[in-house]
């Protein structure tokens, strides 16, 4: 069997690293960190498991199954359309593409011009767009240009960044900010490993890994699904470690110089980089967001490119990516925080059945033959994350921990279980 390379895994999985972290991903640590306090290392269980598990454990599942839409028409062909068509709109041109060039311009421009308007947020966004549509436009060379070139970077200047907080701290962790962190670290942390939008993302980059893996010579299916594995596991591990010093960096320099709770993470880690830094610790923080967001930027306009393409073949791969740069162009310029406040409650909605499908795909070869399982147990995810949004004080189990969602789906898995009869199993061709 035709294999990559070590060299070019090691480029494929710093390549996903690299689509994989972004702007939640550099602002939800520190701020982890700086809100959790002594109770930082309990939060980072919850946010390793949502924010790295979920991840890496998506691109397996999603990978043994042939795809999203595979994986997903195994609850319902309507469903299929549904959800991945929701996905790919919230992990692209709604949110998190706008959010790319959002968070790059607060930490790379306003430091040094200071608050600006809504024209120059707009000229950089422009910029930024532009200059990441170029590279998405050839999505069989992001290995060529991020794993090679920019990811290694971005790991070079969070060292920087974080290094001399680490093997010096300036003193020790703070008393934790928040009720959340305060009461239930480890759920809190979880629940805000939501806004990295990483579980959501693994669901989606696969299709531009395997276009990756191809073009280095990898045909044959079995073998292209085990090195997009691989490069999951590659990217989860250096996610792990780059989180924990940025946790460990909020939650130190938090309790050393008594850091404001903030109104986002981006907030945080300015004040943290002048704090070490002095004035160059705004430039080096400048660079560590703008190549970060724009991998993930390029990263997902490729993913959203390839799917639309595939899906709606009226129009062609490059005419989607431009179509969806420009509708990131327009969304960006409301700004960062107006992306956020509306990120929390669709991520909410979104996360629940996105996580059960993972789980579900993962034991596969177990439920072959319980036709019950995947669209009951999928679905009552669905249907009471969305109640839970709708309506925040539904009387539920873990409801105040944001965990509305977990007993009537374990619950509807146990009956699922209980009322499937094991038989003929129709949908052999999708299993790995």
């Known amino acids: 069997m035709e294999r990559l390379k070590r060299r070019d ?34 939060a980072m269980v919850g946010m390793a498991l949502s924010a790295v598990a979920l991840p890496v454990l998506g691109v397996v599942a999603v990978a043994r199954a042939g795809g999203l839409p595979r994986l997903a028409r195994r609850v319902h ?49 422009l910029g930024f767009f532009a200059v990441s549509l170029a590279v998405a436009l050839k999505p069989d060379k992001l290995t060529d240009r991020l794993g090679k070139f920019t990811a290694p970077a971005l790991l070079v200047l969070i060292c920087v960044l974080t290094g001399r907080c680490v093997l010096s701290p300036p003193g020790g962790y703070g008393e934790a900010l928040t009720g959340g962190y305060q ?41 292209v699904v085990r090195s997009t594995v ?28 008594g850091l404001a709770e903030g109104a986002n993470g ?35 306009i490729s993913s959203c490119g390839e799917y639309f393409c595939q899906r709606f073949p009226a129009l062609s791969y490059r005419a989607w990516a431009c179509l969806f740069a420009a509708v990131s162009f327009g969304i960006s310029i409301a700004g960062l925080d107006a992306i956020l406040k509306v990120s929390v409650p669709v991520l909410g909605m979104l996360y629940p059945p996105a996580i059960v499908l993972i789980l579900l795909g993962l034991g596969h070869r177990w439920l072959e033959g319980r036709p019950l399982v995947y669209p009951v147990t999928v679905l009552t995810a669905a249907a009471v994350s969305v109640l839970a949004a709708l309506f925040p004080a539904l009387p539920l189990p873990l409801a105040g921990m944001g965990l509305g969602w977990v007993a009537p789906t374990l ?22």
């Open 411 to 432: 619950a509807a898995l146990a009956v699922s279980l209980l009322f499937s009869r094991r038989g003929h199993a129709p949908g052999r061709d999708c299993e790995s």
């Open 183 to 223: 009461a239930h670290a480890a759920a809190q942390g979880f629940l805000d490993g939501y806004q990295t939008m990483d579980a959501i993302a693994a669901l989606v980059f696969g299709i531009v890994i395997s276009v990756n893996i191809r073009s280095r010579g990898v045909e044959e299916d079995r073998a």
């Open 9 to 42: 895994q090691l480029f494929v999985g710093l390549t996903l690293f690299s689509m994989f972290f972004g702007a939640g991903n550099l602002i939800f640590p520190p701020l982890l960190g700086a809100q959790a306090g002594k109770n930082v290392w309990w």
């Open 266 to 300: 981006a907030g945080v880690l300015t004040e943290l980089a002048l704090e070490l830094f002095g004035r160059a610790g705004s430039g080096i923080l400048g660079a560590v967001f703008v190549i970060a967001c724009f991998n993930t930027c390029t990263g997902l």
């Open 77 to 125: 062909p309507v469903f299929e359309r549904v959800f991945v068509l929701a996905a790919y709109l919230a992990i692209g041109p709604c949110l998190a593409i706008p959010r790319t060039a959002g968070t790059s311009f607060q930490m790379a421009v306003v430091p040094f011009a200071g608050e600006t308007g809504p024209g120059a947020r707009a000229v950089y966004s």
């Open 230 to 257: 691989r490069a999951g596991w590659i990217a989860g591990g250096v996610l792990l470690a780059v989180y924990a010093a940025l946790a460990h960096v909020g939650a130190v320099c938090a309790g050393a110089y």
